[in-house]
């Protein structure tokens, strides 16, 4: 088993950037994908961005193409996601999850078995 800690939310004006990490312990070797996905209240949890820590492979959802960047530090056990170019429609609960022993979709939300308590990201204009 696995356990995930985020950390890095806040409040930014419109076009601002933040960083969010998300620190993984336990049984690391066994988790297949990290991603992160995003809830604002009265809206369905969205997928975000995700990788494939087996071989390297990202994706991202198409609303922030080209604004966000994931990565992972293997070593430190560390999932990053640099959010730039923020917009007042990405503020939301953000969530880091992993799937654990079993390996599917990035952008399901159903296909991750393990998930942090969420960071608040808050963007005004």
């Known amino acids: 088993q696995v356990q995930l800690v985020e950390s890095g939310g806040g409040s930014v004006q419109a076009g601002g950037s933040l960083r969010l990490s998300c620190v993984a312990s336990?049984?690391?070797?066994?988790?297949?994908?990290m991603a992160w996905f995003r809830q604002a209240p009265g809206k369905e949890r969205e997928g975000v961005a995700g990788?494939?820590?087996?071989?390297?492979?990202?994706y991202y959802s198409n609303s922030v193409k080209g604004r966000f960047t994931i990565s992972q530090d293997n070593a430190k056990n560390t999932l990053y996601l640099e959010m730039n170019s923020l917009e007042p429609d990405d503020t939301a609960m953000y969530y880091c999850a992993a799937q654990y022993r079993r390996r599917g979709n990035w952008y399901d939300p159903f296909e991750f078995n393990y998930w942090g308590q969420g960071t608040q990201v808050t963007v005004s204009s």
């Open positions: 336990g049984v690391t070797a066994r988790i297949n994908c």
């Open positions: 990788i494939y820590t087996t071989d390297g492979r990202i």
